[in-house]
C-alpha cells in the first residue's frame, strides 16, 4: 500500500504509529477530516493479519467517522484508533496508559472512545493520562458504554428502513437475520424481540448466540447461513465487507439495517444493491447513536440531552432516502452527499480568521 498515495486520493490529515516496547502496545491513529472539530472516533483492537491491513481499517474507520459525525450533525471531525493485538489476551494497564499518553501528545485534535474489543475499563485507563477520551466511568460523570444507546439508534433508524421498504415502521412481525450478537446487537434485539420480530442469529461466539436464543426465542443459525435465510431485514451487526460480490446474490432480505461499520466492501456494492431494489440503510448514518452520545459528554454528560439527539436517526434516515428518491441516486451516495455537503459549507464558512476562536473542548 502506497500510504501518502492512499491519503491524498481521501484527502486523510494525518496518521500516527503510537509503539511502546515495555506494554507491547502498538497502535495506529488515523484523523481524516478536522474541519467540523476535533477528530471523536472510537479505538478498536483486533488480531489483524498484517500491518497493512490494520492500517488501512484505521484509516477506512476513520474515514467513516467524518462522515458519521458530520450526518449525524455534530460538530466533530473523523479519526479512528486500531491497537494491534488479541483483546482477550493482549492487554494490560500499561498498554493503555502508554497509549493515553499518545492521544494526549495529539493535545485535543482526536478524541477516543469504545469500539470492537475495547471497554469502558479501558477507557478508564486511559482517562489516567488524557482528558481527551469519552465513554468512560458514568462514575466520572460520564455516559459509560456507547453500546445500548448505538443499539438504540440502530432500532429507530431499521423502523424508517422498513417505513421505505415495506411501507410501515412496524416491526412486529417481521423477520430479521441478525448478523453478530456482541455489544450492540444484543441490545439490538432485545428492542426488536420486545416490539415482536422474530430472530433469525449468528455469532462465532456460541455463548453470545445461546443467549439471544434463550432471551429472545432467536433461531440460531450457521455462520454463513445467515446471508441466505428467508427474512425481512438483514442486520449486519458484526465487522465490516458482509455486502460482497459472494453475499449480495444470496440476500433475501428487502432491507439492509444494521450496526456495523463499513458493511459495503466496496462503493460498487451499493450499486448493486440500488439495480436491486433492495433497500440499503447506509451504516455511518443508521449506527451514530453510539457517537452522539459520548460527544455529549464534551458538554457535559446529559442522558435526556443525548437520547433526544440520537432519536434523530430516525429522520436522518428517512432524510437519506428522500434525497435518493430525489436524485436518483444509491442510499450510500446520498448519505455522502448529505455528509459532505454540510462539511463543505462549513469548510467556506470558516475560512474568516479569528483570534482565539471558540472550542468545543472548552466547554469541557
Ligand atoms: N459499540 C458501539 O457503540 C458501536 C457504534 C457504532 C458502530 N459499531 C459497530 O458495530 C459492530 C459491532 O460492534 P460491537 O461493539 O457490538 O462489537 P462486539 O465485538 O461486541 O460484537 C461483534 C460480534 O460479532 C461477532 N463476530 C465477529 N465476526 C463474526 C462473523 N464472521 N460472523 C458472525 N459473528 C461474528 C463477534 O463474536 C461479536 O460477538 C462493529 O462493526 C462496530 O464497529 C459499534
Ligand atoms: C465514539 C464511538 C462510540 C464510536 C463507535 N465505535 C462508532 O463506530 O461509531
Known amino acids: 500500500m502506497e500510504i501518502f498515495k492512499y491519503m491524498s486520493k481521501y484527502d486523510y490529515e494525518q496518521l500516527v504509529m503510537c509503539h511502546d516496547e515495555a506494554s507491547g502496545l502498538k497502535a495506529i491513529i488515523a484523523i481524516h477530516d478536522t474541519t467540523l472539530g476535533p477528530a471523536l472516533g472510537g479505538t478498536r483492537m483486533w488480531t489483524y493479519g498484517s500491518e497493512e491491513e490494520a492500517i488501512e481499517d484505521a484509516l477506512r474507520l476513520a474515514k467513516g467517522m467524518t462522515y458519521k459525525n458530520a450526518a449525524a450533525g455534530l460538530n466533530l471531525g473523523g479519526g479512528k484508533t486500531v491497537i494491534i493485538g488479541n483483546p482477550r ?86 423477520t430479521i437475520a441478525v448478523q453478530g450478537v456482541g455489544n450492540v446487537a444484543y441490545h439490538l434485539c432485545r428492542h426488536l424481540h420486545e416490539e415482536g420480530a422474530h430472530l433469525i442469529v ?67 456494492h451499493g450499486d448493486i444493491l440500488h439495480e436491486k431494489g433492495v433497500v440499503y440503510t447506509p451504516d455511518y448514518v443508521i449506527n451514530a447513536g453510539g457517537v452522539i452520545n459520548v460527544a455529549d459528554e464534551l458538554n457535559g454528560y446529559n442522558k435526556d440531552r443525548a437520547m433526544k439527539r440520537v432519536e434523530t436517526i430516525y429522520d436522518n434516515v428517512t432524510r437519506v432516502f428522500e434525497i435518493a428518491r430525489r436524485d436518483h441516486i444509491p442510499t450510500y451516495k446520498a448519505a455522502d452527499r448529505m455528509a459532505e455537503e454540510r462539511i463543505e459549507s462549513m469548510r467556506k464558512s470558516r475560512s474568516q480568521f479569528l483570534q482565539n476562536g471558540h472550542h468545543i473542548l472548552s466547554r469541557r
Not at 494490560?92 to 485535543?108: D, K, P, V
Not at 469500539?115 to 468512560?136: C, K, L, N
Not at 444507546?149 to 432500532?155: D, E, F, L, S
Request: aromatic share 8%.
Open 89 to 174: 489476551e493482549d492487554k494490560n494497564e500499561s498498554m493503555f496508559r502508554a497509549f493515553g499518553r499518545y492521544i494526549q501528545g495529539l493535545n485535543g485534535r482526536y478524541i477516543t472512545a469504545e469500539d470492537v474489543g475495547t471497554t469502558v475499563q479501558d477507557m478508564d485507563v486511559i482517562h489516567e493520562e488524557t482528558d481527551y477520551v469519552t465513554g468512560i466511568s458514568p462514575a466520572f460523570g460520564s455516559s459509560g458504554n456507547p453500546s445500548p444507546v448505538t443499539a438504540y439508534g440502530v432500532y429507530r433508524g431499521m423502523k424508517a428502513a422498513a417505513k421505505e421498504g415495506f411501507g410501515s415502521d412496524s416491526l412486529e412481525g417481521k
Open 202 to 268: 449468528t455469532d462465532i461466539n456460541e455463548e453470545a448466540v445461546q443467549k439471544a436464543v434463550d432471551e429472545f426465542g432467536a433461531q440460531a443459525v450457521g455462520i454463513n447461513e445467515i446471508y441466505s435465510v428467508d427474512c425481512d431485514i438483514y442486520a449486519p451487526c458484526a465487522l465490516g465487507a458482509t455486502i460482497n460480490d459472494e453475499t449480495i446474490p444470496q440476500i433475501k432480505a428487502k432491507v439492509i439495517a444494521g450496526a456495523a461499520n463499513n458493511q459495503l466492501k466496496e462503493t460498487k
